[in-house]
């Protein structure tokens, strides 16, 4: 069957395998966890809202009884909170087959993280660089280990302002969203070079939901931004159920390459079944990749040094 085909109907048998999807509590990662633990998985819903988290296991439970859910706190935006839940997966010998960077914020007014960084940066990339950094030795002995890390079609309009991170000269919510999810791009394809380089059984993957209709696009933007994203959603975007396909297939096939990066199939990528796309060329840029690398070590204090040498 092509790949323009796939359907959550193909998802394999994923009993005895532990998934951890950042965001689980609504949107594209509520929609993951549902897929996942139908399908048998273990999932470690990562929330930063525990109530709403509690909300969202209770009704993936109340719909599929036998659901195996475990729910753990996790604020992206916040160093601390990421370590602590690192921390907290090695205390309790909590196995990690796969992660998905799927938590996100978009076009806030401007606001700076516990640690001084501008909120999109610190939630959608420095938050995700950190925890699959700490994550990254559990990652090497799981069972097909993986790394999926949700973009978005906006990655084509960002760039790295490494000259002004927090935005306190020039601040505009949607140029920093762009930006956020260029980095996201650039993470994943460098933890590919560098998987390999290290001989790691772990794949990287990307993915991104073309137009989908979730909470994102009414909880960050505001005012004329709020409304324009909503009704562009309305009239050409899909709903979560189907913007979810590229990273679950990414997260669960065997023909999930590491380095692809896996979008839908439609016009513009807005819609659709998932396929293999082409990121922005300038995402694909070492040099840029190796920056942002270098600097995001130094702004989280994670290393991956010694769990690729390993």
Sequence with gaps: MAESAWDSARIPDLSGRTFVVTGANSGLGLATTRHLARHGAHVVMAVRNEVKGRRAAAGISDAQPGADLQLRRLDLADLDSVRAFAAGL????????????????????????????????????LGHFALTGLLLDLLRTGRDPRVVTVSSIAHHGGR??????????????????????????????????????????????????????????????????????????????????????????????????????????GWRELRGHPKVVQPDPAAEDPETARRLWDLSEDLTGVSYAAALSA
């Design 160 to 265: 790295i302002h490494f000259d002004d991170l927090t935005g306190a000269r020039t601040y505009a919510p949607m140029k920093f969203y762009d930006q956020s999810k260029f980095a996201n791009v650039l993470f994943g394809l460098e933890l590919d070079r560098r998987l390999r380089a290290a001989h790691s059984p772990a794949r990287s993957l990307l993915a991104h939901p073309g137009l989908s209709a979730t909470n994102l696009q009414t909880s960050g933007p505001t005012g004329l931004l709020r409304m324009g994203t909503s009704l562009a959603t309305r009239l050409i975007g899909q709903d979560a159920e189907t913007g979810v396909l590229p990273q679950l297939y990414a997260a669960t096939t065997a023909d999930a390459e590491s380095g692809q990066f896996y979008g839908p199939d």
């Design 90 to 125: 090695h205390a309790d010998g909590v196995p990690v087959d796969v992660l998905i960077n799927n938590a996100g914020v978009m076009a806030p007014p401007h606001a700076l993280s516990a640690q001084g960084h501008e909120l999109q940066f610190a939630a959608n990339h």
